[in-house]
């Protein structure tokens, strides 16, 4: 038997399960988001995020392998986690957005179906959902709105979407100013 210490040096292991928007910040981003109730205790739920399974309830924090999810729940047909590659993700982020192409951000959703046609749908929510997880971060989190707002900006964005490359975390960076009311209610 592995102990723990051996799993975190050894590189054939598998990534930890789970990201920050699942593990830490599950208030604020509503993940893992529920899928399915089989029995009062057999929940299962998906992060958005970084696609992890999570069985029973997410307030236990039960990440889980794809061997167990399936297990667990073989009618829901679950065949991988990650579904999304995280290189594809950061790139239909940076099309979407426009960020490097457009003027202004331009939100335009058929160009990662034209560059990505046959990932399109299981790409898409994801996509969705980093999108919507950049707007989550509000302007009092990161004010004064002085010269290094952008920078306290991206720097949240990394914290919560470790796995976007740095053109991703460029354009969601770009996109946030336009996006979010620059006002404090304080
Ligand atoms: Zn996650």
Known sequence: ???FSARIHDP???KPLG???CL???MREGQPAFIVA???DDLLYRCDYCQTWWTANSRFRNPATVADAQARFPEQRIASSPAVDDAQLSEAIVLFTGW???PEPIDDVARVAARFPKEFPALEPVLAAFVRGSTSIVFHEVAPSDDGLLGRVRARLRLIMPRL???A???LTWRWPFVVPQTSSF
Do not use: I, N, V
């Open 165 to 167: 490359c740095d053109d």
């Open 12 to 14: 054939e292991q598998p």
């Open 169 to 171: 975390l460029d354009a």
């Open 100 to 102: 490097g192409a457009t």
């Open 38 to 40: 089989t029995s009062p």
């Open 24 to 26: 830490d910040l599950a």
């Open 1 to 3: 038997m592995r102990s």
């Open 19 to 21: 990201c920050p928007a």
